[in-house]
């Protein structure tokens, strides 16, 4: 099993700023087969990117992915009130698919 | 509109069973893969299992191998979750998730709790 550690744990940002996640994985994952999700409160995940670095549809392009191998990155250009929220990464190429334990990005 | 509903959930005794079902619309069901992945209160996303597009293959995170069953009825655009001796630690919310590149749709969740 592939596991994805992603860090920090918490991001504390103030509106405007950049937000930069890291995604990290055990194992070589092939970019055509990382995404990145985010999930608000009592809501199901949304796709962001997929890919790795391909946005998913109607999705602003302040959110962009990159990386390869076993460092993967989403990056948040400009954080708008909206972004706050819980960013997972997901890697889906292997037998055993797995998620990380999330990104918490909170306004500071 | 791609449309997902989970139903099924609900209060179960630890050893015992469930079955969920995922009802799809919007789309062709038979073309895709589908998946279920679970949260437990306050926790992260954990993938639990994955079928083929006809059913013919199927793929189980270790912590359910052997307990859960992933299957498919094209026919009646739904996908279940047979889940047997469960546990406390089988508490969350259950999504199914349309497969391609990457989960683009998700349904709104079942909740499943194990508890004596």
């Known amino acids: 099993e592939i596991v994805l550690t992603q860090s920090p744990g918490t991001l504390s940002l103030s509106p405007g700023e950049r937000a930069t996640l890291s995604c990290r994985a055990s194992?070589?994952?092939?970019?055509?087969?990382l995404a990145w999700y985010q999930q608000k409160p009592g809501q199901a995940p949304r796709l962001l990117i997929y890919?790795?670095?391909s946005r998913a549809t109607g999705i602003p392009d302040r959110f962009s992915g990159s990386g390869s191998g076993t460092d993967f990155t989403l990056t948040i250009s400009r954080l708008e009130p909206e972004d706050f929220a819980v960013y997972y990464c997901?890697?889906?190429?292997?037998?055993?698919?797995?998620f990380g334990q999330g990104t918490k990005v909170e306004i500071k | 509109e791609v449309q997902l509903v989970e139903s099924g959930g609900g209060l179960v005794q630890p050893g015992g069973s469930l079955r969920l079902s995922c009802a799809a619309s919007?789309?062709?069901?038979?073309?895709?893969?589908m998946h279920w992945v679970r949260q437990a209160p306050g926790k992260g996303l954990v993938w639990v299992s994955r079928i083929n597009s006809d059913g013919s293959s199927t793929s189980y995170a270790d912590s359910v191998k052997g307990r859960f069953t992933i299957s498919r009825d094209n026919a009646k655009n739904t996908l279940y979750l047979q889940m047997n001796s469960l546990r406390a630690e089988d508490t969350a919310v259950y999504y199914c998730?349309?497969?391609?590149?990457?989960?683009?749709?998700w349904g709104q969740g079942t909740l499943v709790t194990v508890s004596s």
């Open positions: 194992q070589s994952v092939s970019s055509s087969y």
């Open positions: 919007g789309f062709t069901f038979s073309s895709y893969w």
């Open positions: 890919g790795a670095s």
């Open positions: 998730a349309r497969g391609g590149t990457g989960y683009r749709n």
């Open positions: 997901q890697q889906y190429g292997s037998s055993q698919e797995t």
